[in-house]
């Protein structure tokens, strides 16, 4: 892989963008990519979390209504490659790891909590790649729009 990435001096540089994630490696890197096309066909946040099955459905006849979990019917070496990555930024990453004790709050079952951060890992990975950039930990959209300045007339 190695031999192939400085054959592709474009690519290598758009891995270096998400192995710059805490938690997320060369292989995982690679793995998303591969198996997302370089999310040529992704549209949005919400199609691409269905096609890695991290979206959240839930099951539901006439008046009985199950808890929601999510739906299984994407790709499955995506979310095996995400797993992994997910445990370890909760163990190195502040943001993911306030995240979690946020969900964790709420939830007594960590399960859940993991998939959701499996999700923004996948949705991490498609910003940076789609904006071909480097991942901040100080980056806040709410902060950026305070800084902005309105035009006067």
Known sequence: ??????AEPELARKLGHLTSIPGVGLTTAIVVVAETNGFILVENERQLASYAGLDVVQRQSGLSAQATRISRRGNVRLR???YLPAV???R????Q????A???AR?????????AVMRKLLVLCYSLWKNDCVYDPH???AHLAENEVAPTA
Not at 1 to 6: G, I, P, Q, S, T
């Open 97 to 100: 790891m306030a995240f979690y």
């Open 92 to 95: 190195y990453n502040p943001q």
């Open 80 to 82: 095996t490659a995400l």
């Open 107 to 115: 939830q007594p079952s960590g399960k859940p909590g993991v998939i």
């Open 88 to 90: 370890s930024s909760l």
């Open 139 to 141: 980056y806040h959209p």
């Open 102 to 104: 946020r969900l964790r």
């Open 1 to 6: 892989m190695a031999d192939l990435l400085k």
